[in-house]
């Protein structure tokens, strides 16, 4: 099932935040995506399989909470306020329209026409080093697309939330599933999901050695050589 873990889950209370908590592993691809035909709804060219590594050592933190007195959506990384992105508003557009209703602390609900107009503060850290080659993006959209849902009551058996965590980063849609995932290239914005195709289980004694020779932002993100490589290699359709 999921691997991502809710700790909290949301209690509305007056004025004061409602708030839900989760964490999301990093998954490292044996069969590589490299390339979009959608750079909005991020379709791959191709399909590709991973292997999710345990929370145990890496993972990322996401705490979102909504409340009456906020009036912009707001996300802080690693402690830092950083400016909201489009992919970011694109996932929460997706959960809000998802939205349910949400249970107070007196028992009653309150409506998800409401519950759709709240705005989110989204607090998130790793516990290694961010945007520099090791998956940061995939476990912290996983984990921003699975607290949100958490806190919009999101019906996950409705609504395939890899298809919504694709929109952040496209590795994002594997890292909500544990063992070895498959992220099915698909051709629109539903088809295009992840699935896990063998559970932690089916090789219990695989290790992962990471070792981290910069914890420095790669100078090149991954958007941007998957860009390059589809525009100017000659070699690229051959491999797709």
């Known amino acids: 099932g999921l691997s991502s873990r809710c700790y ?73 306020e950083e400016p909201f992105t489009d992919r970011m508003r694109r996932c929460l557009e997706k959960l809000r329209e998802f939205a349910e209703d949400v249970q107070d602390r007196d028992g009653g609900k309150i409506p998800k026409e409401v519950v759709r107009t709240w705005k989110i503060h989204i607090c998130s850290v790793n516990n290694f080093p961010t945007a520099a080659g090791l998956a940061s993006s995939a476990s912290g959209f996983a984990c921003l697309v699975k607290a949100v849902a958490t806190l919009l009551n999101v019906d996950e058996k409705k609504h395939d939330l890899t298809t919504i965590a694709r929109l952040g980063s496209g590795s994002a849609c594997r890292s909500l599933y544990g063992g070895f995932v498959k992220w099915v290239a698909g051709h629109d914005a539903e088809t295009s999901r992840a699935v896990q195709v063998a559970p932690q289980s089916h090789w219990p004694d695989l290790g992962v050695l990471i070792l981290i020779a910069s914890d420095t932002r790669k100078q090149v993100s991954s958007t941007a050589g998957m860009q390059t490589t589809v525009q100017t290699s000659t070699l690229f359709i051959h491999r797709v």
């Open 8 to 80: 909290c889950l949301p209690c509305a209370m007056a004025d004061l935040p409602i708030f839900a908590t989760c964490t999301a592993p990093i998954n490292m691809a044996v069969i590589k995506y490299w390339g979009k035909v959608d750079e909005t709804l991020i379709i791959p060219c191709n399909s590709s399989i991973s292997v999710t590594l345990s929370q145990d050592t890496m993972c990322s933190t996401t705490t979102a909470a909504a409340c009456k007195t906020f009036t912009e959506d707001k996300l802080w990384l690693d402690g830092k």
